[in-house]
């Protein structure tokens, strides 16, 4: 649903502060490709639902996957969803708190999505997945069986319906506020990661790899 000029379709537009959205594809995707986790959000029967999950983006592609049972990936035939990803990167403290913010980029991919049924392009997307959340994992670890693959629901959407929405920067007080004797500024935060803990069941004293104690986002 884009415009015949390729531009942002009028539903992904953003209305609310507008100089903070970005629609190039390099944009989006740099979003997409550091976050961990997207709130997917359908219409159902019941009435509509946003649940979280994993995802991937293979080029043009965001990948999904779960349980069959799994109610938005059952329902996946041709459903529209909406996913979102959000990057929390800092809190922007201000002089008034009606300036309060938060730095942040996100996006947001609108369109229908389709059952990957073939198993080898299933397994592949499911690589995908996996190396999306820890890169080098996929060849340190036995392939897929196909029961897996076949157990698997594995949902594709384009990524060609997005924007994304930028804050950045320090608070925006009022003029008269900046006299103040008030501290105002922008408190970073990220992900911050622990000291592996080894599984207790390991076959032997296994050294941890160093996909996983260089892990960063
Ligand atoms: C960080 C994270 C990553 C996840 N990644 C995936 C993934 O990649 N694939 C996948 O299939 N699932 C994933 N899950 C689980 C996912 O959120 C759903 O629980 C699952 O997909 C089942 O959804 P459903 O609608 O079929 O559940 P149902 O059991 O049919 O939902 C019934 C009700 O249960 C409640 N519910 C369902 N899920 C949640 C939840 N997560 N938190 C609170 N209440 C809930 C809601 O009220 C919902 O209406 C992830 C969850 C988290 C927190």
């Known amino acids: 649903m884009q415009d015949d000029d390729g531009g942002a379709s009028d539903r992904i537009t953003v209305?609310?502060?507008?100089?903070?959205?970005?629609?190039?594809?390099?944009?989006?995707?740099?979003?997409?490709?550091?976050?961990?986790?997207?709130?997917?959000?359908m219409v159902t029967p019941e009435g509509p639902i946003v649940i979280p999950m994993?995802?991937?983006?293979?080029?043009?592609?965001?990948?999904?996957?779960?349980?069959?049972?799994?109610?938005?990936?059952?329902?996946?035939?041709?459903?529209?969803?909406?996913?979102?990803?959000?990057?929390?990167d800092g809190l922007v403290v201000a002089r008034s708190l009606a300036h309060h913010s938060m730095n942040y980029r996100s996006v947001v991919v609108m369109g229908e999505a389709s059952p990957v049924e073939d198993l080898t392009e299933?397994?592949?997307?499911?690589?995908?997945?996996?190396?999306?959340?820890?890169?080098?994992?996929?060849?340190a670890t036995r392939p897929h069986s196909e029961k897996e693959v076949k157990?698997?629901?594995?949902?594709?959407?384009?990524?060609?319906e997005a924007s994304a929405k930028v804050r950045s920067g320090?608070?925006?007080?009022?003029?008269?506020?900046?006299?103040?004797?008030?501290?105002?500024?922008?408190?970073?935060?990220?992900?911050e990661v622990g000291t592996p803990l080894p599984d207790p069941r390991?076959?032997?004293?296994?050294?941890?790899?160093?996909?996983?104690?260089?892990?960063r986002r």
């Open 151 to 160: 157990g698997t629901l594995v949902l594709a959407m384009s990524i060609s």
């Open 122 to 139: 299933k397994s592949r997307a499911l690589d995908v997945i996996s190396e999306h959340v820890i890169p080098g994992r996929v060849a």
């Open 15 to 41: 209305r609310r502060m507008p100089e903070r959205a970005q629609y190039d594809r390099d944009a989006i995707n740099e979003i997409l490709d550091e976050g961990l986790l997207a709130h997917v959000g």
């Open 202 to 215: 390991l076959a032997s004293d296994i050294a941890v790899p160093e996909h996983i104690t260089k892990w």
């Open 54 to 88: 994993l995802y991937a983006r293979d080029g043009e592609l965001l990948y999904l996957h779960g349980s069959p049972a799994s109610r938005l990936l059952r329902e996946g035939r041709g459903v529209q969803l909406c996913v979102t990803v959000s990057l929390v």
């Open 170 to 191: 320090p608070p925006i007080d009022e003029e008269e506020d900046y006299l103040l004797d008030t501290w105002a500024g922008v408190l970073p935060i990220g992900i």
